[in-house]
Nanobody
Framework: VQLQASGGGLVQAGGSLRLSCAYS????????SGWFRQAPGKEREFVAA????????YYADSARGRFTISRDSAEKMVFLQMNNLRPEDTAVYYC???????????????????WGQGTQVTVSS
């Protein structure tokens, strides 16, 4: 599986961005897809995840209510709609994918085998 993230950019606080992640290669019905982010000097952290089968979604507390993850199974795309952005959302955002990810591990970086290259999101105050 290869992942290609796009859609990052510079936006003012309160603005919106929509990140996209394109998948190529073989995918599995049990796979989950996630978005993580890494700010300078910080660990990579979970943002949101979605299951390809059923579409269940999961969010970090910092993202819930402002971000929405979705997928287009036919186009093999995953999206992260980010609204009401804050300066603390500034980071490189990575999309990730993995198979056989359980409820206990879906928010863990180690559960994901495949990673995209990242896209920079910068929110100015």
């Amino acid at each position: 599986v290869q992942l290609q993230a796009s859609g990052g950019g510079l936006v003012q606080a309160g603005g919106s961005l929509r990140l996209s992640c394109a998948y190529s290669g073989r995918t599995y019905s049990s796979e989950a897809s996630g978005w993580f982010r890494q700010a300078p000097g910080k660990e990579r952290e979970f943002v949101a995840a979605i299951r390809w089968s059923g579409g269940s979604t999961y969010y970090a507390d910092s993202a819930r209510g402002r971000f929405t993850i979705s997928r287009d199974s036919a186009e093999k795309m995953v999206f992260l709609q980010m609204n009401n952005l804050r300066p603390e959302d500034t980071a490189v955002y990575y999309c990730a994918a993995g198979s056989a990810i359980g409820l206990a591990t879906i928010k863990l970086r180690s559960a994901y085998k495949y990673w995209g290259q990242g896209t920079q999101v910068t929110v100015s105050s």
